[in-house]
């Protein structure tokens, strides 16, 4: 059974990082195209960032919300996958997830809070 356990999330300010880690049980990262995505209140869990498997290369990619700003990375070693988030603002608050991508078929993990202030 995969477990996604998200954490690293909290309060930052405006312009400030963090950086949220996704650990898996069950499962080898690096062998999946992973995603991390968010959902803010009152909207729809959104990708921010994806990552391709070992195999395919680790191609990065990010939505333009975030690119420039945000790095998904992963370490194989530890089989977490990793995004750290600079230049944080109040646009970025919301439960992160990470997860397959495109197709899931893993069950949600419990997501980690960040929360923008100024």
């Known amino acids: 059974q995969v477990q996604l356990v998200e954490s690293g999330g909290g309060s930052a300010q405006t312009g400030g990082s963090l950086r949220l880690s996704c650990a898996a049980s069950?499962?080898?990262?690096?062998?999946?195209?992973m995603g991390w995505y968010r959902q803010a209140p009152g909207k729809q869990r959104e990708l921010v960032a994806t990552?391709?498997?070992?195999?395919?290369?680790?191609?990065?990619d990010y939505a333009d919300s975030v690119k420039g700003r945000f790095t998904i990375s992963r370490d194989n070693t530890k089989n977490i996958m990793y995004l750290r988030m600079n230049s944080l603002n109040s646009e970025d608050t919301a439960v992160y997830y990470c997860?397959?991508?495109?197709?899931?078929?893993?069950?949600w993990g419990r997501g980690t809070q960040v929360t923008v202030s100024s």
């Open positions: 997860n397959q991508y495109p197709t899931i078929y893993w069950d």
């Open positions: 990552i391709t498997s070992i195999t395919s290369g680790d191609h990065t």
């Open positions: 069950g499962v080898i990262l690096s062998m999946d195209d």
